[in-house]
């Protein structure tokens, strides 16, 4: 190599040195750029609403009623949690027997959380339309043991073709020694009973079961091929919880979850089962995972309703609502139990998150559920006047009698445990069920494991909150959901305006 090349050579790697440098300099220029205006977000602790002028004499006339999904209407905008620690069958039948509505977790096998959702389906109906029968040489041991699986006290009794022969209830069997007795000698014959056509109104219904003090009323048709099954108990719910959150059946509402992988069996088990909605169970639902997850779904159940999510902007939102979402889950790491935003330094304040998506899913016809962050009912209230049709709670209803667990006793107090879903027990117990594995290493938590004082009976609880909402409403003008979202104006606090929110000056009884 001469002179002139070697020159050449360096004059090369000279250029190519301040070509990097260049691109380096640029590079910083524009992350400095790009992060010079750092805006401020604000979350429900941060403002007040601003009271307004009411009509409203008394909050139990203000309105509830709001959307859950582009199709469906509940009777309060209350959702209990898909947390395993908060949401199976009990705290779901409680939940839509007092107006709102509750979402089965998936950290189940399909099996159990398909039963799960059976039961809340079967829990209470203005019509059974496939209740539970057997045939008339069913023993009484094996009768039992079917009772005790489908959680019944009584089973109808039918011939090959679906005739009705008879009932045998949990009365019928106190007496019986003989469990290899068969059904046809214990049941009460179809001579005995008291029947009616499956077209049967309510109001004939009832009026039949009174007259003659019955508790279960038949529904057969002109061939007495079983139709139906109506019960007292049901009659009585319909009449005493006019506000239960009911399907077109008259049965109680619930939705159940599902992952983002290997969804689709979990999702037909559970619509089988009569599930109303599904909801993508993932922590960032801005992702490609979530989407091809949701278009999956759509594709293969076009006219099931889907809640997406967890995301916390404007652009997640109206990513999902285009994949084909009916309702989006807004909310990254502001619950009680959730450390997303210290682990991964990412996730949004609740009620700007709620503000951002709400603009974009409002103008798409796509109702928003604010996830996470709430405290109180003036948080229900503010995360509503935001723009939320609904609200998800977790830690709030974790305490219940409903909630799964068992309630222990924690420095003389009673206490009932949650956790995260991201957290490691809850992961650890998946992988464990999955693989057969529950390497510690194998989990980056995002969740905690953490006790709640023990509250009783939810309906309380759901009480208390929705009560508080309709005082908000009341104190921002408006006597429903969609006033309270037309009149609010919101106020930012500073540290001593949320001081004097507060109890102070006194001490605490």
């Known amino acids: ?49 601003i009271p307004k002028r009411s009509p409203v004499r008394s909050r139990r006339a203000v309105k509830m009623r709001t959307k859950l999904t582009k199709n469906i209407w509940i009777n309060n905008p209350i959702v209990s949690s898909n947390m395993d620690t908060v949401t199976e069958d009990r705290m779901a039948i409680a939940m839509a027997r007092n107006g709102g509505i509750g979402i089965i977790h998936r950290f189940l096998s399909v099996e159990d959380q398909a039963r799960m959702v059976l039961r809340v389906k079967r829990a209470e109906s203005w019509i059974i339309d496939k209740p539970y029968f057997t045939g ?28 009705l022969l008879g009932i045998v209830s949990g009365r019928d069997l106190r007496f019986v020694d003989d469990d290899n007795a068969l059904v046809e000698k214990i049941m009460t014959p179809r001579t005995a009973l008291i029947v009616a056509r499956p077209t049967v109104s309510l109001d004939e219904a009832k009026n039949i079961v009174a007259a003659n003090k019955i508790k279960k009323l038949p529904l057969v048709d002109s061939d007495n091929v ?10 009585i719910n319909h009449i ?14 619930v939705g159940a979850a599902v992952g983002v992988k290997d969804e689709i069996p979990r999702a037909r088990a559970l619509l089988e089962a009569g599930a109303d909605v599904l909801v993508i169970d993932v922590a960032h639902g801005h992702s490609d995972l979530a989407i091809e997850a949701l278009k999956r779904l759509k594709k293969t159940f076009p006219n099931v309703d889907i809640i997406a999510g967890n995301v916390a902007t404007a652009e997640g939102t109206r990513e999902l609502i285009e994949a084909g979402a009916d309702g989006i889950k807004v909310g990254v790491g502001p619950g009680s139990i959730c450390i997303t935003r210290i682990v991964t330094g990412c996730g949004m304040p609740q009620l700007t998150a709620v ?46 009698d409903e909630s799964p667990g068992k309630t222990l006793i924690k420095g003389g107090k009673k206490v009932k445990v949650i956790r995260g879903m991201a957290g490691y027990g809850a992961n650890m117990s998946k992988n464990e069920r999955i693989s057969g594995r529950d390497d510690i290493f194998d989990v980056v938590p995002e969740g905690v494991e953490a006790v709640v004082p023990y509250r009783g009976s939810v309906e309380g609880i759901i009480k208390q909150l929705v009560g508080g909402l309709a005082s908000g409403i009341s104190y921002c003008g408006g006597s429903c959901i969609e006033e309270l979202q037309q009149n609010a104006t919101f106020v930012r606090l500073t540290q001593a305006g949320k001081v004097e929110s507060g109890s102070h000056d006194v001490d605490l009884i």
């Open 1 to 49: 190599m001469d002179g002139h090349q070697k020159s050449a050579r360096r004059l090369s790697t000279v250029h190519a040195h301040l070509g990097l440098e260049r691109s380096a300099q640029l590079a910083a220029h524009c992350v400095s750029h790009k992060h010079k205006d750092i805006s401020t977000a604000l979350t429900y602790d941060d403002v007040l609403l």
């Open 136 to 163: 008339p040489t069913t023993t009484v041991a094996q009768l039992k043991e079917m009772m005790d699986e489908k959680g019944v006290n009584s089973f109808l009794i039918t011939d090959k073709q679906d005739k």
């Open 226 to 235: 079983l139709r139906g099954l109506i019960t007292s108990k049901d009659i």
């Open 240 to 253: 005493h919880r006019p506000y239960a959150s009911l399907d077109s059946k008259g049965r109680l509402m």
């Open 355 to 400: 503000i951002e998506c709400a603009e974009v899913a409002n103008k798409m016809g796509v109702p928003v559920m604010a996830d996470g962050g709430i405290k109180s009912s003036g948080d229900i209230t503010k995360a509503i006047a935001a723009g939320a049709s609904t609200i998800m709670l977790g830690s709030t209803l974790a305490g219940t």
